[in-house]
């Protein structure tokens, strides 16, 4: 039985994402300028339903394939796939909540990290957006707070990591339009791997 805060979640999960179906529907389509799909995922998990936000993550995939995220978002989609024993997944939207924020994790984990002299490409990237979503990062318990601070550790996410932070340090002091696009080319096809090889 649903207390009334998780009642008031789920209701708000499904009413997005029904909103996001009428949409494609009605246009063909989905331009959620709300920004609307990034809550549904993060509303079920608050409304102790992770099956049902791993399966709208399913669905999401499929319907914004190239989406960039946000990492509260991908946050909630670890936590999901953790919650329901998907771990491959899990680590995988870790990794990536990791790369949206760098100082998330180890926030989380009662860890704080320094701000990095590097570029921060938005306002997500840097460590006062984790003031905006103090709420949020609120939900996870600790049990999944250690398995961040371990994973944070760990060599393949220290490496990704520091590979990041170099990446954006030299994008911080590099102004020349060609070498810039090189080194983001670089680090994606670097971060595409690693990504995909994370079992």
Not at 100 to 127: A, C, E, T, V
């Amino acid at each position: 039985m649903l207390n009334k805060v998780q009642k008031k979640y789920r209701d708000r999960a499904n009413r997005a994402r029904r909103e996001l179906l009428k949409e494609k529907k009605m246009f063909g389509g989905i331009s959620d300028g709300s920004g609307q799909r990034y809550r549904v995922c993060v509303d079920y998990v608050r409304s102790d339903a992770p099956k049902k936000a791993a399966e709208f993550m399913d669905w999401f995939n499929q319907e914004f394939p190239d989406d960039i995220g946000e990492p509260a978002f991908f946050l909630y989609a670890a936590i999901a796939y953790y919650r329901i024993g998907m771990m491959k997944k899990a680590r995988r939207y870790l990794l990536d909540a990791m790369l949206s924020n760098i100082y998330m994790l180890p926030y989380l984990s009662g860890q704080p990290l320094p701000r990095q002299d590097m570029w921060h490409p938005s306002y997500w990237d840097q460590p006062d957006y984790l003031l905006e979503i103090e709420g949020l990062l609120r939900e996870p318990t600790a049990q999944e707070r250690e398995w961040f601070k371990t994973h944070f550790a760990d060599e393949t996410f220290s490496e990704i990591r520091t590979k990041y932070i170099e990446t954006y340090r030299a994008l911080q002091h590099e102004r020349e339009l060609d070498a810039r696009g090189q080194i983001l080319d670089e680090w994606r096809e670097y971060a595409s791997s690693v990504r995909e090889n994370l079992g």
